[in-house]
């Protein structure tokens, strides 16, 4: 029970790479943590389960490009090892009935008038995002017109070619979990600049999908919380948290497992999860609706297992971009030493809210259907086919990441990161650089420890 613990100096609420991050940064200095995680298993919207060969698969974040410095940090720091997404090969691109194949990120071969348009609407998005201040977005000079449109609107103005439209709206869709009519365009231009542009973000080579940990994501979680835990600070799992109070100078942290009394708590939850728990007092108003008007993204991760890698023998890379749904994206996640063959890919926005309430196999065997239709009829018997259907997860909700729907950053942003009394906020939504994303979580979590080491002194 949480009631005979030791008073800690913190509580950290939530065991993703946020919490883990903030408990990590004050341990070290010498502060006593307690971190609850609902679940059995700390990583949060990062999990690694295992194929029955004992293959490790990410059904939650899994990569991290050569701007996560703190990730890669974190890895070199915890003896993680990393290595390279295969790029080796073609990507496929699958437009209009058509199978074509590039290298690269962006398919060069389209009509003239579709590349155009394309180049015009990343060169448009990259020129305004850099107006987004990343700390203030609600202050960019344009900010209330940009808030008050979706990027959806601004795309369909800025791609009126149909296959730069599509194009745009499947990189976009990849990006958010959501169809772009769900987000404001601000927020689309904070979030884009926040991970060093489109391309930075849809690419692998040299962008965010780059590399991998060696034995799944979640193994570094598990070593942080280690870490954390041999400095004398405890990580308890399966302890949801319901209820935060006040009281003096002291906070009281609540679930069924009891009570936890400490100095100050960290609130290490996406928006939408921690606008769920009870405050006492009740958060000031603009900070508690800011909580609950910021919903997760949508999303299906599937991975398909097969005895070898068979698409990189016909020259293929494994990446393919695809007009037709439900999975518009794929990518080589095999291990290391390129055995089971690995394809992961993600099912977003509209597609995944439609699937999410069909039976597995049905989900299964459209998932299948888009595969062959990519890399032929192999592709339709995969050994080992596991998923995981996020906004389904009871302490996630969604993903990837929590979406400021119009309005929101430029009326309620200011609350965001704003401390309220012994309580501070943490997650990867809070974050300035790579918001969204496990290295956003890392930075939120130590800024977040710093405020309150800052308080201490
Ligand atoms: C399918 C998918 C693929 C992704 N791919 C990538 C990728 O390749 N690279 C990348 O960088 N990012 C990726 N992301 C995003 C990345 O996983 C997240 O940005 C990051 O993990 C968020 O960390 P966090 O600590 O902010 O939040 P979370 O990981 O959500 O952590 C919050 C923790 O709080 C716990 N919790 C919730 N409510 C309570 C409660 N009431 N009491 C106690 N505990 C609670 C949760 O169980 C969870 O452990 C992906 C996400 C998804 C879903």
Same mark, same amino acid.
């Given at each position: 029970?949480?009631?005979? *613990?030791?008073?800690?100096?913190?509580?950290?609420?939530?065991?993703?790479?946020?919490?883990?991050?903030?408990?990590?940064?004050?341990?070290?200095?010498?502060?006593?943590?307690?971190?609850?995680?609902?679940?059995?298993? &700390?990583?949060?919207? &990062?999990?690694?389960?295992?194929?029955?060969?004992?293959?490790?698969?990410?059904?939650?974040?899994? #990569?991290?490009?050569?701007?996560?410095?703190?990730?890669?940090?974190?890895?070199?720091?915890?003896?993680?090892?990393?290595?390279?997404? +295969?790029?080796?090969?073609?990507?496929? =691109?699958? =437009?209009?009935?058509?199978?074509? *194949?590039?290298?690269?990120? &962006?398919p060069l071969r389209l009509r003239p008038l579709t590349l155009g348009n394309l180049g015009w609407?990343?060169?448009?998005?990259?020129?305004?995002?850099?107006?987004?201040?990343?700390?203030?977005?609600?202050?960019?000079?344009? @900010?209330?017109?940009?808030?008050?449109?979706?990027?959806?609107?601004?795309?369909?103005?800025?791609?009126?070619d149909?296959g730069a439209?599509?194009?745009?709206?499947?990189?976009?869709?990849?990006?958010?979990?959501?169809?772009?009519?769900?987000?404001?365009?601000?927020?689309?231009? /904070?979030? =884009?600049?926040?991970?060093?542009?489109? =391309?930075?973000?849809?690419?692998?080579?040299?962008?965010?999908?780059?590399?991998?940990?060696?034995?799944?994501?979640?193994? *570094?979680?598990?070593?942080?919380?280690?870490?954390?835990?041999?400095?004398?600070?405890?990580? !308890?799992?399966?302890? +949801?948290?319901?209820?935060?109070?006040?009281?003096?100078?002291?906070?009281?942290?609540?679930?069924?497992?009891? @009570?936890?009394?400490?100095?100050?708590?960290?609130?290490?939850?996406?928006?939408?999860?921690?606008?769920?728990?009870?405050?006492?007092?009740?958060?000031?108003?603009?900070? @508690?609706?800011?909580?609950?008007?910021?919903?997760?993204?949508? &999303?299906?991760?599937?991975?398909?297992?097969?005895?070898?890698?068979?698409?990189?023998?016909?020259?293929?890379?494994?990446?393919?971009?695809?007009?037709?749904?439900?999975?518009?994206?794929? /990518?080589?996640?095999?291990?290391?030493?390129?055995?089971?063959?690995?394809?992961?890919? /993600?099912?977003?926005? +509209?597609?995944?809210? !439609?699937?999410?309430? #069909?039976?597995?196999?049905?989900? !299964?065997?459209?998932?299948?259907?888009?595969?062959?239709?990519? /890399?032929?009829?192999?592709?339709?018997?995969?050994?080992?086919?596991?998923?995981?259907?996020?906004?389904?997860?009871?302490?996630?909700?969604?993903?990837?990441?929590?979406?400021?729907?119009?309005?929101? #950053?430029?009326?309620?942003?200011?609350?965001?990161?704003?401390?309220?009394?012994?309580?501070?906020?943490?997650?990867?939504?809070?974050?300035?650089?790579?918001?969204?994303?496990?290295?956003?979580?890392?930075?939120?979590?130590?800024?977040?420890?710093?405020?309150?080491?800052?308080?201490?002194?």
């Amino acid at each position: 029970m949480l009631n005979t *613990l030791p008073e800690p100096d913190v509580i950290v609420v939530g065991a993703g790479f946020a919490g883990l991050a903030a408990a990590d940064r004050l341990s070290a200095a010498g502060c006593r943590v307690v971190v609850l995680e609902a679940q059995q298993r &700390v990583g949060g919207r &990062v999990a690694t389960v295992h194929l029955p060969d004992g293959t490790p698969v990410d059904l939650g974040g899994q #990569w991290l490009g050569p701007q996560h410095a703190r990730l890669h940090a974190l890895a070199a720091r915890l003896g993680a090892q990393v290595y390279p997404t +295969p790029t080796d090969g073609h990507n496929l =691109l699958y =437009l209009g009935g058509q199978r074509h *194949l590039f290298r690269g990120t &962006v398919p060069l071969r389209l009509r003239p008038l579709t590349l155009g348009n394309l180049g015009w609407v990343l060169l448009r998005l990259h020129q305004l995002s850099q107006r987004v201040p990343l700390e203030t977005p609600w202050e960019a000079a344009q @900010a209330a017109a940009w808030d008050g449109c979706t990027l959806g609107a601004w795309l369909r103005r800025n791609a009126p070619d149909a296959g730069a439209f599509t194009l745009s709206r499947i990189a976009l869709e990849a990006i958010f979990a959501a169809h772009p009519d769900e987000l404001s365009l601000l927020h689309a231009l /904070f979030y =884009l600049r926040a991970g060093g542009g489109l =391309l930075h973000l849809v690419a692998t080579g040299g962008g965010a999908q780059q590399d991998r940990i060696v034995g799944g994501m979640q193994t *570094l979680a598990e070593r942080l919380a280690q870490e954390v835990e041999r400095r004398g600070s405890s990580v !308890r799992l399966g302890t +949801p948290v319901r209820q935060v109070r006040t009281e003096g100078d002291r906070v009281v942290v609540e679930g069924e497992a009891g @009570a936890v009394r400490g100095g100050r708590a960290i609130i290490a939850l996406p928006p939408s999860m921690a606008g769920e728990l009870s405050w006492h007092p009740a958060l000031p108003q603009d900070h @508690a609706e800011l909580l609950r008007r910021v919903p997760m993204g949508s &999303v299906i991760k599937w991975a398909a297992a097969y005895e070898v890698p068979f698409w990189r023998a016909r020259g293929l890379s494994g990446q393919a971009i695809s007009d037709e749904g439900p999975v518009h994206m794929t /990518f080589d996640a095999s291990p290391p030493a390129g055995k089971p063959g690995l394809l992961v890919g /993600f099912v977003e926005g +509209p597609a995944a809210r !439609r699937l999410a309430s #069909w039976d597995p196999a049905q989900r !299964r065997q459209e998932v299948l259907r888009c595969l062959v239709r990519l /890399f032929g009829d192999q592709a339709g018997s995969p050994q080992q086919y596991v998923e995981r259907v996020w906004s389904a997860e009871p302490w996630s909700r969604g993903g990837y990441a929590g979406l400021f729907p119009p309005g929101v #950053w430029t009326q309620l942003g200011q609350a965001l990161r704003r401390p309220e009394g012994l309580l501070h906020f943490a997650g990867t939504e809070t974050a300035t650089v790579w918001n969204g994303y496990i290295e956003g979580a890392l930075q939120s979590g130590e800024r977040a420890a710093e405020e309150v080491l800052t308080c201490r002194l």
